[in-house]
């Protein structure tokens, strides 16, 4: 049998990944390079090739067929040699941090992963995972404690166990609606929410945007969710905060020409005509799939009373991106979260990079006193870098240390929380960043993805393998200049 490679250009361990792939799902007694693809021995199956996810078509002695993610992918490609990383419902809301999809098929089928199996994402963002699974059959459950990362997570899945033809004809009942009528709204003085809204939108937007809002949630009913979650992806660009910055700061930049409400329809459009070619491909699908907002440390077994076969996930980084602060706009429009709450609700996530409280002075006591008992290793790279700090270093070099201890204390305890819900012997695979800080006027490098299979180790993990993800600018650069940018890291519940 020959198996195609797709038309775009692959990063090295794309190849590596598909070749991984090949051999958990086919078992093949030869593999060899072919035209433009691998050959595998004819007695493999035809049916469990069309899983491959970087493949586009299988070819036997009866003819070539389509994978079923080439058939994804094809409907939202945009130009003909890129790889589609927004097919069915993963464009639905930008996520920073969000897992490429093609990433996490690919180790659900290296994991062997199987219709009705369970798979946990303990960290799980907008849902990527959940999705994967749903489109494989295996029933995906996540855990994220930013409400909008649920929210978005469960949006999509709505979306996905929902026809198709519901959004088309709620999406023709709103593109009727006139924008005139769409600019007239009582206002809500002395509302915290409504003065927060105030303070980061012109007032025509912010009635346009609150107007928009009750006609979807009256319309749309059950599915307002999904169309709550596209108008919140415009929110930044039609807010006066500098949608390029992750920081919140004014914008310098004029406002986008084409009206909110217009830009709406085309986002809702483009999202119902994805979600209609998924849904031919996979039909409906992930009704058994959930996202919970809840902190990781406190997993159990309780939920359904089922071990899980497998997880997947992309955990935070140490001193991460500000999840929370960036999605203020979303977070508060949504009704998610209070504007009084934000630092607060920032704080409480893993990686962050707030310290409120007494935990200024105390972190550097826990991590000489090795506290949280990490792993020596661990242990001393925090108090080394506590002890080349210099006097040049200002508050937020000084704080990396404390940050860096605290950062691998809570993913050391993630590490006990999801070992005991998995099945023994069942897989866990991390996609981890590098990190560096300077300090003392020096550039160090935190191999983190070693750390974290430490930390894991410390818990109860076996760990398999560690794979560099070598990467290099997709479009315009040379293989050469590949660089592992991330790792993924595959443990085993011991
Ligand atoms: C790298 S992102 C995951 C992105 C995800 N893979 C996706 O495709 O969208 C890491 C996530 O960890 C979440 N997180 C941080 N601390 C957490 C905790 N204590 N419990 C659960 N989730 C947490 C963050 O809110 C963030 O969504």
């Known amino acids: 049998m020959h198996l195609v490679w797709h038309s775009y250009k692959y990063f090295p361990y794309e190849r590596d990944l598909a070749e991984r792939e090949v051999a958990a799902l086919l078992c093949p007694s030869s593999v060899r390079e072919a035209k433009a693809g691998l050959k595998v021995d004819d007695a493999c199956e035809d049916l469990a090739a069309r899983r491959l996810t970087y493949f586009s078509a299988t070819i036997n002695g009866q003819g070539s067929r389509p994978t079923t993610q080439s058939k994804l992918e094809e409907a939202a490609r945009n130009g003909k040699n890129r790889q589609a990383t927004r097919y069915s419902v993963h464009g639905l809301h930008e996520y920073k941090g969000k ?61 996905l166990r929902t026809p198709a033809s519901q959004f088309e004809r709620v999406f023709g009942e709103l ?72 920081r919140i700061r004014r914008r310098k930049s004029t406002l ?69 602060d960036t999605q203020r706009l979303s977070l508060v429009w949504l009704g998610l979260l209070s504007p009084a709450r934000i630092l607060e609700k920032e704080s409480e996530l893993i990686g962050s990079r707030e310290m409120r409280g007494n ?59 999801v070992r005991q819900v998995m099945k023994p012997g069942a897989r866990y695979g991390l996609i981890v960043g590098h990190n560096h800080t300077t300090i003392g006027g020096n550039r160090r490098d935190i191999d983190t993805p070693s750390h974290l299979a430490n930390l894991a180790q410390a818990e109860g993990w076996r760990i398999d393998e560690l794979i560099p993800l070598q990467t290099y600018r997709r479009y315009g650069y040379h293989v050469s200049n590949a660089v592992a940018a991330e790792t993924l890291v595959v443990l085993r519940a011991a």
């Open 99 to 159: 897992f490429n999809p093609q990433v996490v098929r690919a180790l659900l089928n290296i994991f062997g992963v199987q219709e009705g199996q369970h798979v946990l994402d303990p960290f799980c963002g907008s849902g990527t995972t959940l999705v994967e699974c749903a489109h494989l059959g295996a029933v995906g459950f996540g855990t994220d404690i930013n409400p909008l990362a649920v929210h978005m997570a469960n949006a999509k899945l709505l979306a």
């Open 256 to 324: 986008p020409e084409e009206p909110f409400w217009s830009a709406f329809l085309g986002a809702a459009h483009t999202f119902v005509e994805r979600l209609k070619a998924a849904q031919t491909v996979v039909g409906t699908c992930g009704h058994h799939c959930d996202a919970a907002k809840q902190d990781v440390a406190h997993l159990s077994i309780e939920r359904g009373g089922r071990l899980f076969d497998a997880a997947i996930t992309s955990p935070p980084y140490a001193m991460a991106l500000p999840y929370i």
């Open 175 to 246: 593109s009727e609606l006139s924008l005139k009528a769409l600019s007239s709204v009582e206002t809500h003085p002395g509302n915290d929410r409504y003065a927060y809204l105030d303070s980061w939108f012109e007032s025509s937007i912010l009635s346009t945007i609150e107007c928009a809002r009750k006609e979807i949630e009256r319309i749309a009913g059950a599915l307002a969710p999904v169309f709550l979650t596209i108008a919140s992806d415009l929110l930044r660009e039609y807010s006066q905060q500098d949608p390029k910055d992750l």
């Open 359 to 417: 935990s200024k002075r105390e972190l550097p006591l826990q991590l000489q006193a090795n506290a949280a008992d990490l792993p020596g290793e661990e242990a001393s790279v925090c108090l080394e870098l506590l002890q080349t700090l210099g006097p040049d270093d200002g508050f937020r070099r000084k704080a990396v240390p404390a940050l860096l201890y605290r950062y691998f204390s809570a993913m050391k305890r993630s590490f006990g929380s």
